[in-house]
């Protein structure tokens, strides 16, 4: 039963990733914009002849069918083909940002993570109290200004006016560890703050959803200490809820960084997709769209299994 | 437990900010490294350069842009190159002679090394050559460079060309960033990877390319200018986003910037320790699809030349830097310069409407102005136009697509007219061309537009030997695009480099040759 | 009922500053001072001039008028794209919970993989071939939230249909639209209000996210997420530029959020035994 659950669900995530895959690759067909002609570049026009060469070599004047089979054979292989301006592997360019945009989701989820869990559990547990009202308010504002309106703000403050850390930019952990921090915290901040927000209003509805449970009663009757009912069993309750959604807001942000990583100058997988659609480089477009779409599937996916594992009642 | 995570969190944002404050103290880590030299020797030192873009490519016979043109011009030297004053200088040659009526050219080589240890041969020149003008490369300029009919090769250091009819500007041509030289052996054999690995005989030697992070070049130590580079590194890094480059200045994490945004130029020029080198350099100009009716006709386009307020557009787009254009896109020095064409239109509302009447358009009418929502100064000029034109009735509505939907339009004539920032290739007469010729529409020229007289001008211009007939030719050619205004002029673009303090020897190019400034990074050096 | 919101504080706050929003919107071209698209050379990037109390930007332009002006397209944008995502998603969850089989898991894996796409992604790519502009980004946004709403009314229709009452309603000959229209939707307004408020929140975001970035709303005609993003560049020249618009959409989107929470305070039946 279990096995059948597993595999089905794994099996609907590889059909929804065919189906997005395709859907992109004739959206990019129709969209205006010859990448020959972006190749032989745009400062200076190229000779028709020039352009209808660079289309038989960049493989674009074969039918459409044949383009899509020989892509999805070769996607099959994990080949994502070569950048439409050098011979440069599709992987290479994911492999290379790809980790990048990672760290930052995942360090912008952790400290989103830290600060949220802290405030929501704070806001049940003092209930209806102004400390209550402070937070869910503070939330509620963490989740309205946009990221790139805080992005700014944070880049104006603390590394112009204040010189605390780069404004923007990369290094290499391997060449300068602590710069690679100083430059990864002002963008994680940034995202972490509306993920923190979301994050406290999760904690703080589920939190109060299992306080009002029978059971928090009767072990409160028993006599157990309020930190104890608090921590060893409300909040291992609660959890599950804000687990859940930190799942999902960690899908989001695989493909959810543009804005941030445009602000920061950081060189991560949604720079490179905004940037191959500007140079409509089809095969760095579809490679770098199939892969968020598949981390956000699978995730997706994941979360569903965990479910149906803890609850088989939802299979 | 709650408090607990607060510790922590606290705790990471104090070491944050401690670690924060350490290193900024240090100040901006890769520009004042070791300067290898004291007691006024320049040599030595590194340099960060922020690019406003990563090149797509460098191989170099393809236009890639003023940000890849900047390390083309790094890493190679064509027969001659233009220097910082914006003459023709011999670089991989060492003179040249032509004969009597301008068809045959042969240059000598001087010793010169490649930076695989090879030496520059003429074979080398004649197979740079060759591969431009292959019937499948995708070269820029292999247009005008296929008046070459043949190329002779006597022994290492002579070449010859042999053209199919006369060119004065030949020279001009050799000297363009797309027509470097490049190693015969080392292209064949790396052929596939060409783009990505470029090798020449420049001042510089590629390091690595990190896609989407940098390009370090270093010090090739065989370089035929004695003494020359003074740099022992650059490192290229890309910041598309005209903020966080500036950014990036301000905050010390680069030495030099190209193109800073003209709305940071005063603010940057008031910093104490940072510079601008700034330039007059491209033009903006309004470009017309002579397929739509009311811009078949010459005294519509006269008529938008008077109407707009160049100001406008100076003071919101480009935050009043740059000149205006009332006229014709010459500069002094320029063939067929005459100051009569600066000043040929003049911002004039009544004669304009005066002549929209006269061409049958007394009450105005709607037109859709093509630029781009991904370049600012483009899409501002636009917005300003618009404006401007309201004022003589000439409603027009923005379209706004990105660049490259822009240029698909522009190259297929889909427009009815548009916003173009662009630059002559080189500072001969002969610019012109490209603009000029007429025929259907192309990237560079008024789609459709077509005449006679121009298009004969130009021809004669090419090939005429005596320098005094030639300035005759171009004062006319001149003249006769006044009256046509095929393209309407704007404004002069003012480019800007901003750089520490300490960054001295990089000359932005004056003119037309703006885009061309890498050339003087061989001279580049950072002061103690 | 009524009564129920507007005892709420949370609702009478977010109530008292939406309302002038809204009413500001409404008669906008009224009230701008200043002809919102007139350029003026010589008066670029003022903090404040007579005249101008909240300065000018880059042409000269009054910026408040762009602000009063730049609401409407934000909130044009706003509640269109709800609409279509509210009557899209809701259509199509009642046919995927009535028709079971084949077509229902057609539709709600069809609805997945509309999620699959990072929005600001799948807008960018669409905005590059269709172009920008309200009417366009309206489609793209509302298109984008129907899974959300198609979802709740799946598995609400689901529920309901199997309810024990509905079985003998239909049996004994009521017609589908009656199920649907007094059994189904009665049961799910509460979570279908509240994802209307998450909805138009999520919608300002993201037309503001693109035009941010250039893409959304076409100039010269302003929004407020436009103004921001040609606002960073001149932060030195005349911060209050960025600072306007940045302040009323964070205001305005904490308004919503909070009159969202306040739907859920007083809708919520999980929670209405505080």
């Not at chain 1, 659609?277 to 699978?298: D, E, K, T």
């Not at chain 2, 080392?186 to 992070?213: C, H, R």
């Not at chain 2, 600066?342 to 409407?353: D, G, L, S, V």
């Not at chain 3, 990072?118 to 298109?143: E, H, Y």
Request: aromatic share 10%; proline share 4%; hydrophobic share 45%.
């Amino acid at each position: 039963m279990l096995l059948r659950f597993v595999t089905k669900n794994i099996g609907v995530a590889v059909v929804q990733i065919i189906i997005v895959a395709t859907i992109v690759f004739s959206l990019l067909r129709f969209m205006p914009g010859d990448p020959a002609v972006l190749v032989l570049g745009t400062e200076r026009g190229a000779d028709p002849e020039a352009v209808a060469a660079m289309r038989t070599t960049l493989g674009l004047d074969q039918p459409l069918l044949t383009q899509y089979l020989g892509w999805m054979t070769d996607i099959v292989r994990l080949d994502f083909g070569q950048s439409l301006f050098n011979n440069i592997d599709v992987t290479t360019y994911i492999a290379e940002r790809l980790p990048k945009t990672l760290e930052l989701a995942i360090a912008a989820i952790i400290i989103g993570a830290i600060i949220g869990i802290s405030l929501g559990i704070i806001a049940a547990v003092k209930r209806g109290s102004i400390v209550d009202m402070i937070v869910s308010t503070i939330a509620a504002a963490g989740m309205s200004f946009p990221v790139y309106v805080t992005g700014t703000a944070f880049i104006l403050l603390i590394s112009l006016q204040l010189n605390l850390l780069p404004a923007s930019g990369y290094t290499e952990f391997s060449e300068d560890p602590i710069g690679h921090f100083q430059r990864l915290l002002l963008p994680a901040i940034t995202i972490a703050l509306p993920l923190a927000a979301s994050i406290a209003r999760m904690t703080r509805s589920s939190m109060l959803e299992v306080l009002g449970k029978d059971f928090v009663q009767t072990l409160r009757a028993k006599g157990l200490a309020e930190k104890l009912v608090i921590y060893k069993h409300v909040l291992r309750n609660a959890i599950i809820s804000v687990i859940t959604v930190i799942g999902l807001e960690l899908a989001n942000l695989i493909g959810g960084t543009v804005l941030i990583e445009f602000l920061f100058n950081w060189p991560g997988l949604s720079t490179l997709l905004v940037e191959a659609i500007n140079n409509r480089n089809y095969p760095i477009i579809q490679g770098s769209i199939i892969v968020i779409a598949a981390f956000y599937i699978l995730i997706n996916r994941s979360v569903e299994i965990i479910y149906g594992l803890m609850d088989p009642r939802t299979r | 437990m709650v408090k607990k995570f607060m510790t922590i969190f606290i705790l990471l944002f104090v070491v944050a900010g401690v670690l924060g404050a350490c290193s900024s103290n240090e100040g901006s880590s890769e520009g004042q490294q070791d300067n290898g030299g004291s007691e006024g020797d320049k040599s030595g030192g590194s340099l960060t350069f922020g690019l406003a873009a990563e090149p797509t490519t460098m191989d170099p016979y393809i236009q890639n842009g003023t940000h890849g043109r900047t390390v083309k011009l790094a890493i190679f030297r064509g027969l001659y190159n233009y220097n910082e004053k914006g003459e023709l200088e011999a670089e991989l040659a060492e003179s040249y002679t032509a004969n009597d009526d301008l068809t045959s050219y042969t240059f000598k080589l001087r010793d010169a090394k490649f930076h695989n240890g090879d030496p520059v041969t003429a074979e080398d020149v004649k197979y740079t050559f060759e591969r431009i003008l292959d019937p499948e490369s995708g070269a820029t300029f292999k247009t005008e460079l296929s008046i070459i009919d043949s190329i002779e090769v006597d022994g290492d250091k002579t070449i010859t060309f042999n053209l199919s009819e006369p060119s004065a500007p030949f020279v001009h041509y050799t000297a363009l960033p797309e027509s470097v030289i490049v190693s015969k052996s080392y292209t064949e054999a790396n052929i596939d990877d060409i783009a990505t690995k470029p090798m020449g005989a420049g001042p510089f030697k590629l390091v690595s390319w990190t896609q989407g992070s940098n390009i370090i070049v270093e010090k090739f130590e065989d370089y035929y200018k004695e003494g020359q580079p003074y740099l022992d590194e650059i490192e290229f890094q890309f910041y598309t986003e005209e903020n966080t480059r500036v950014n990036a200045l301000r905050a010390g994490d680069v030495d030099l910037v190209e193109t800073v945004p003209w709305k940071d130029t005063e603010s940057i020029g008031n910093t104490d320790n940072l510079k601008l080198e700034s330039a007059n350099g491209p033009f903006m100009a309004l470009q017309f699809n002579t397929d739509f009716e009311p811009f078949s006709k010459p005294e519509v386009r006269q008529a938008i030349a008077y109407a707009i307020d160049r100001n406008a557009i100076i003071n919101t787009a480009f935050s009043g830097r740059g000149e205006p254009i009332y006229g014709m896109a010459t500069l002094e020095g320029y063939m067929g310069y005459d100051e009569k064409f600066t000043t040929y239109f003049e911002h004039n509302i009544e004669k304009a409407k005066e002549l929209l009447a006269e061409a049958g358009y007394p009450d105005g009418f709607k037109a859709t102005l093509l630029s781009t929502s991904q370049y600012g100064m483009h899409e501002q000029t636009a917005v300003a136009v618009q404006s401007e034109l309201k004022k003589i009735g000439i409603e027009v509505e923005l379209e706004l697509p990105d660049w490259a939907t822009r240029i698909n339009k522009n190259v297929e004539g889909d427009y009815q007219f548009l916003v173009v920032g662009t630059s002559g290739d080189i500072t001969d007469g002969d610019w012109m061309s490209n603009f000029y010729t007429g025929g259907p529409a192309r990237l560079n020229n008024s789609a459709n537009f077509d005449d006679e007289q121009i298009n004969s001008l130009l021809e004669q211009g090419r090939k005429e030997v005596d320098p005094a007939k030639r300035e005759e030719i171009y004062t006319q050619l001149m003249e006769r695009a006044m009256e046509l205004s095929p393209f309407v002029y704007l404004s002069w673009r003012e480019q800007s480099y901003g750089m520490q303090e300490n960054v001295n020897g990089f000359v932005n190019l004056d003119g037309f040759l703006s885009f061309q400034s890498g050339v003087t990074l061989e001279e580049t050096y950072i002061e103690d | 009922m009524l009564k129920r919101f507007f005892r709420n504080r949370t609702f009478l706050v977010s109530f008292i500053i939406l309302l002038p929003v809204l009413i500001v919107a409404l008669i906008g071209p009224l009230i701008i001072p200043h002809d919102p698209l007139a350029i003026n050379q010589n008066a670029v990037l003022k903090g404040s001039l007579s005249g101008y109390p909240l300065g000018t930007d880059e042409y000269g332009r009054d910026i408040l008028s762009r602000l009063i002006l730049g609401i409407r397209p934000t909130m044009l944008v706003a509640f269109g794209a709800t609409i279509i995502a509210f009557v899209g998603g809701v259509t199509v969850g009642v046919i995927a919970g009535y028709a079971r089989g084949i077509l229902e898991k057609a539709i709600m894996r069809t609805i997945d993989i509309i999620l699959c796409f990072p929005p600001i992604l799948l807008a960018l790519m669409v905005v590059g071939f269709w172009g920008a502009g309200v009417k366009n980004l309206i489609l793209i946004i509302g298109f984008l939230y129907i899974p959300y709403f198609a979802r709740i009314t799946h598995s609400a229709t689901l529920q309901v249909k199997g309810l024990e009452y509905v079985q003998s309603e239909l049996s004994l000959g009521a017609s589908h639209f009656r199920v649907i229209t007094k059994a189904i939707l009665p049961n799910i307004m509460s979570p279908l209000i509240i994802q209307i408020s998450l909805t138009i929140a999520a919608a300002i975001l993201l037309e503001s996210g693109l035009s941010f970035l250039g893409l959304g709303v076409v100039p010269p005609d302003p929004s407020w997420g436009q103004m921001i993003g040609d606002a960073r560049g001149y932060i030195y020249n005349n911060p209050m530029y960025v600072i306007w618009p940045s302040l009323c959409l964070g205001v305005t989107m904490l308004a919503i959020n909070l009159m969202g929470d306040s739907f859920r305070d007083i809708l919520d039946p999980k929670l209405k035994n505080r």
